[in-house]
Every structure is written in structure tokens, then in C-alpha cells.
């Protein structure tokens, strides 16, 4: 199962155990947003129940639910006692301030654990167009860098009014500046990465070799 169907069903799950008022309560835009989560979700769901059977879906679900109000019953009682601990303290040195939130309960725990997976899988998403938008990019630059390269060599070839010494130098002029663009060397980001991985290596081999020598000597 991908990763991105994995997301999906966690949503599920965070979703199907959430409080149906709170979603009645909320504005437009929430609710829709929420209702496009719920469909993705759904279709995660879905998918898994076809792979490993609709039983063994139920079964998760009903046991990450009572998991995850476990968990946010904790969390929230915790805050609680946190935020009254942080109010006394406050008024104890004589600050008359009050906390923005007065009690945290196990729905808006989940609320906000809904709102951190959709951050999450917003950032994925969109590092990962980000990344792919940059791949394409830099192919492109250098299939154009190529392709300018060759209508240059074949422009060189093709003039036949000038002599041997002339084409051989606008030849190695051209070999020259397709070096300086990097030309032929697409992956030359991946080279780098290799080489400094390489080099971190070397000295933790020359790290080891230095301890084995000083353990030797005493």
C-alpha cells in the first residue's frame, strides 16, 4: 500500500471518530473541507477493505477509535490540569491573566490532531510537487542546454568557408563552454551528494582506525 493511501485511511479513522455535532457547529468552509476529507478518506478505506477484507477494517477501526479517545481523554485531562496549574501560578505572583482556552476536552484533541494530519499531508503534498516540478525543470534545462550543443556542432560542421584551424578552435570553444554549462553531466546534484557521503565515510573510517591505534598502544 502507498503512503498516500496510508494517510487516507489514518484520516479515516481520525474522521469516523470525531463528534458529528462539533461539524454541524463549524463554518462552511470547514465543513466542506472536512466533507472532501471524509470522501478521500472513505476511498483509502475502501481500498484497504478490498485488500485485507472489510472484517479486518472494522476491527482496526473499532480498536485505533478506542485508542485514540484513550489517548485524548489523557491528553486532555492533562492540558487541564497544566492550564490550572499555570493560572494558579500566575495569580500566585500576582498576574490577573486568563488563559485564551479554559478547558480542553477530548474532541477538540482530535480537532486539532485532524488539522495537524491535514498539515502533514499538505506539506507531502506539496513538497512533493515542488520536488517533481524542480526534476522536471532541470531536465528540460538540460535537454536544452543538449539541444543547443548540437545545432552549434552541426552549425561548426556544416560551414565549410572557413579552414581547418578555424573549425577546430570554434570546436573547442564550444567543448569548452558545453563543460562550463555542464553540459552531459544531468545527475552532477546526485555526483555531489555521493561524494560528500564518500568523504564522510573516509573519516569515520580514519576516526575508527585512530581509536583502534590508541587502544592497541595502551
Not at 152 to 167: E, N
Request: glycine share 8%; proline share 2%.
Amino acid at each position: 500500500m502507498s503512503p498516500l493511501r496510508g494517510l487516507r485511511v489514518l484520516a479515516a479513522a481520525l474522521l469516523c471518530v470525531s463528534a458529528e455535532k462539533d461539524a454541524e457547529s463549524r463554518p462552511g468552509s470547514i465543513r466542506e473541507l472536512r466533507a472532501a476529507l471524509a470522501e478521500q478518506a472513505g476511498e483509502g478505506r475502501s481500498y484497504l477493505g478490498r485488500l485485507v477484507g472489510e472484517q479486518t477494517v472494522l476491527s482496526v477501526q473499532k480498536a485505533f477509535a478506542q485508542v485514540l479517545a484513550a489517548v485524548a481523554g489523557g491528553l486532555s485531562a492533562g492540558l487541564n490540569v497544566l492550564s490550572h496549574n499555570v493560572s494558579h501560578l500566575l495569580q500566585a505572583a500576582g498576574f490577573q491573566a486568563a488563559l485564551p482556552i479554559s478547558e480542553v476536552t477530548p474532541d477538540g484533541v482530535v480537532f486539532v490532531a485532524q488539522w495537524v494530519l491535514v498539515a502533514f499531508i499538505g506539506y507531502w503534498l506539496l513538497s512533493f510537487v515542488l520536488r517533481l516540478v524542480a526534476s522536471t525543470l532541470r531536465r528540460a534545462l538540460w535537454l536544452l542546454k543538449v539541444a543547443v550543443a548540437l545545432v552549434c556542432f552541426g552549425l561548426i560542421l556544416s560551414d565549410h568557408s572557413v579552414g581547418t584551424d578555424t573549425m577546430a578552435a570554434r570546436l573547442a570553444m564550444l567543448v569548452c563552454v558545453c563543460v562550463l554549462l555542464g553540459v552531459g553531466t544531468p545527475k552532477s546534484a546526485d555526483a555531489a551528494d555521493q561524494t560528500a557521503r564518500l568523504e564522510k565515510q573516509v573519516k569515520m573510517l580514519e576516526m575508527r582506525l585512530s581509536e583502534m591505534e590508541k587502544r592497541r598502544r595502551t
